[in-house]
């Protein structure tokens, strides 16, 4: 299709189309969220889904993950390059990090879209199991030397469904390897099912507008999307970025992992080009990357911190050069190497180091760093339950909150999560939890005065405790943020540090490492603190009434307030009737600066 064509496609029809597709990624995702088994999806809603065209090009993805989506399109041509015969009716299952996913435990159903005989679209759902085969009881196994360490059932591109029917073969030998068949099984028709929503609704959108309306739409939101990606490219000013960051030391990499990105921003060529080769090379663990995750947690990062909600689609994409090295943990991993963690960890840490990485370019740019760290309240934890004749259970709780990083316009979300998924999963419910589990969650609570201070500030951290209503169960988890805190930019202050404790039955308590294994027995719990976000700017320029709604709303105490901001109020005992002392705040803050 020309250029003029594309620039004269009807602008309404457009905008209908558009949010008619985005409408049926939305039923994709709520399919997956109301008939899925596993709490980590119907509750954490750890689960993405996409559409791309037949010509494998990203085009809608809704309300999906960051770290999930970016690498649907590449999924999609795995599954059409293995399979010549591909055909209406069939289903593929797709976990292979080493060809277009993210990690194994993310299984992802393709279902190609046909009409009137030709390949027009492929459906992506993608859900995060709570048991993926790996030889210990959790799908972040960071201790991997190798994927055959891992133990993971990988599926590049396998077709689980023909001409409509399941391939039983395939299903039978998953559920020998999964430790909860029946759960796994609900998770693996939610996913099917979800995909063949899309299909049956793409389908009659072809059927109303005809194919090549459809094509012709497809050309011209990508050209649209583009468009707005050059306007928002240009508005940034010329310049070389460069940002190092690190994530924490284990047992098991004492030195932890040092971390680059290069940013070279040429908004006369409205081209960004983030290189990240200058990174150490695949690591025995399994905290490598994916491509996938690799080119999605910088493309997050840049997305972040551009101004305007611009598509994210193949057109948008066009304008962003991701530069990756073979063999790299930050890049295309070689096979046999884990990316057992690959969405979590360095992905978040490259999340950050993009978006703050912006910040160089001045006040008003880029954002603050967002509270990471996969502690107990993403942990994956296993049993027996006593109150279902000791049948087993495996799920990955999303108890965190994890505090969001300041802009140069907002505070921190408190809900924000980790940075891969920027808010836009949910915590779990509490009770949804402590029925499906024999755990018990003892505390969950926001932490006072936690947040990186600034202009705008991060959002707070968050204090979790929880132990079980049975004789045993292991608690598995990847961890980072004890060493490294997400950083303020601007002025801004750093986010606080995580901590993370196991308390025996006897009061014992023993702080736990990044990474780490724990067995529990019957009176034990675990205590867990999350990062909090970043700041952002100068906490001597945040408005003075905003300090004060922060104490009053327990965000914020009364003695960081005058200590951090230097902000003075009319009495000592703040409530409704306190108010900012203007006088005595003007020269606290004055000797604040002269001290700085």
């Known amino acids: 299709m020309s250029k003029s064509n594309e620039n004269n496609f009807d602008p309404v029809l457009m905008a209908v189309l558009s949010n008619r597709i985005d409408g049926i990624v939305r039923e994709m995702t709520n399919t997956l969220l109301r008939t899925a088994r596993s709490a980590v999806i119907n509750s954490a809603r750890d689960s993405s889904c996409a559409i791309c065209t037949g010509d494998h090009q990203l085009l809608a993805v809704a309300e999906g993950l960051p770290i999930h989506i970016f690498g649907s399109d590449r999924q999609s041509l795995e599954m059409a390059n293995s399979h010549p015969d591909m055909a209406e009716g069939d289903c593929y299952l797709h976990n292979d990090p080493y060809s277009g996913n993210t990690h194994p435990a993310d299984h992802a159903f393709l279902v190609p879209v046909f009409f009137e005989g030709e390949h027009m679209f492929t459906a992506v759902a993608k859900a995060h199991q709570a048991d993926c085969g790996n030889s210990l009881p959790t799908t972040y196994m960071a201790v991997a030397k190798d994927v055959y360490e891992e133990g993971s059932l990988i599926f590049p591109a396998t077709r689980v469904q023909r001409n409509y029917e ?55 939101w990508f050209g649209y999307s583009e468009q707005r990606m050059v306007n928002a490219i240009r508005k940034l000013p010329a310049a070389k970025l460069v940002n190092t960051g690190r994530h924490d030391s284990t047992s098991f990499l004492p030195d932890g992992i040092p971390l680059k990105a290069e940013i070279t921003v040429r908004p006369e060529d409205a081209i960004v080009d983030i290189d990240l080769r200058d990174n150490i090379d695949n690591i025995d663990c399994g905290y490598n990357q994916s491509e996938s995750t690799a080119t999605s947690s910088v493309l997050a990062g840049l997305f972040n911190a551009l101004e305007g909600d611009v598509p994210k689609n193949a057109g948008s994409f066009r304008r962003v050069n991701v530069l990756l090295r073979e063999g790299s943990v930050v890049g295309k991993p070689t096979f046999p190497h884990s990316c057992s963690v690959a969405t979590t960890n360095i992905a978040d840490r490259m999340v950050n180091l993009t978006g703050s990485a912006f910040a160089q370019l001045g006040d008003g740019y880029g954002l603050a760093e967002g509270a990471l760290g996969p502690g107990i309240g993403m942990a994956v934890v296993s049993g027996t339950d006593p109150r279902f004749d000791n049948a087993p259970f495996v799920n990955q709780l999303h108890l965190c909150t994890n505090g969001g990083p300041a802009s140069p316009l907002a505070d921190g979300w408190v809900t924000y999560g980790i940075p891969v998924v920027a808010g836009l999963m949910y915590r779990d419910s509490v009770e949804v939890d402590e029925l499906k589990h024999p755990i018990q ?33 292991t608690v598995i988890y990847p961890g980072d943020g004890q060493e490294t805190p997400p950083r303020g930019v601007q002025g801004g202050a750093d986010g606080q540090l995580a901590e993370r404790w196991v308390v025996r039955g006897d009061g014992e308590e023993s702080k736990l490492p990044n990474a780490a294994t724990v067995k529990m027995g019957r009176n034990d719990f675990v205590r867990g603190i999350d990062c909090s976000g970043g700041g952002y700017g100068s906490p001597l320029e945040r408005d003075p009434a905003r300090v004060l709604h922060d104490v009053l709303e327990k965000y914020e105490t009364v003695e960081r307030a005058a200590r951090i901001y230097g902000v003075v109020f009319t009495s000592e005992l703040v409530d409704e009737a306190t108010r900012v002392d203007v006088d005595a705040t003007q020269k606290k803050r004055a000797a604040l600066a002269a001290q700085a």
């Open 166 to 220: 399941m391939v039983s073969d395939i299903v039978r030998m998953i559920e020998r390897r999964i430790r909860v068949p029946s759960q796994w099984y609900g998770d693996f028709l939610a996913g099917i099912s979800a995909a063949r929503v899309a299909e049956k609704r793409l389908k009659e959108v072809c059927e109303k507008y005809g194919r090549e309306t459809i094509k012709e739409y497809i050309a011209a």
């Open 441 to 473: 969650v003892k505390r969950l609570s926001l932490m006072t005065g936690s947040g990186g201070a600034g202009r705008f500030r991060g959002a707070p951290g968050s204090l979790l405790e929880y132990g079980i209503k049975s004789d045993e169960m």
